[in-house]
């Protein structure tokens, strides 16, 4: 079992920046690729950015490729998503989500197996 807890977000005018975090507890955090989507209001939940176990490959979706960074620290069970130059289409609940190690891209929701709460992220125009 893997739990994970998302925090940083918040209420954020066009432009401007946020960090958000994912803290996971139980086990084998660090042998895990991990991956972060969001879900707008009456859409379905997109992938946004995903992180191999061992931190060396980063994957984005076209629409945030350039503006979010997404990064681990395994030694703090830790996964980041610093989004800069936010825009009001990024409004959306995020989540961090863990997935089994795969030598594949895993940008499907049913590539992971476990799931945050999600955190609100409102970008005013």
């Known amino acids: 079992q893997v739990q994970l807890v998302e925090s940083g977000g918040g209420l954020v005018q066009t432009g401007g920046s946020l960090r958000l975090s994912c803290a996971a507890s139980?086990?084998?955090?660090?042998?895990?690729?991990m991956g972060w989507f969001r879900q707008a209001p009456g859409k379905e939940r997109e992938f946004v950015a995903s992180?191999?176990?061992?931190?060396?490959?980063?994957y984005y979706a076209d629409s945030v490729k350039g503006r979010f960074t997404i990064s681990r620290d395994n030694a703090k069970n830790t996964v980041y998503l610093q989004m800069n130059s936010l825009k009001p289409e990024d409004t959306a609940v995020y989540y961090c989500?863990?997935?089994?190690?795969?030598?594949?891209?895993?940008?499907?929701?049913?590539?992971?197996?476990?799931w945050g709460q999600g955190t609100q992220v409102t970008v005013s125009s």
């Open positions: 139980g086990r084998s955090f660090s042998g895990r690729n």
């Open positions: 992180i191999r176990w061992y931190g060396g490959s980063t």
């Open positions: 989500a863990a997935a089994q190690q795969s030598p594949r891209v895993q940008y499907r929701n049913s590539d992971y197996d476990y």
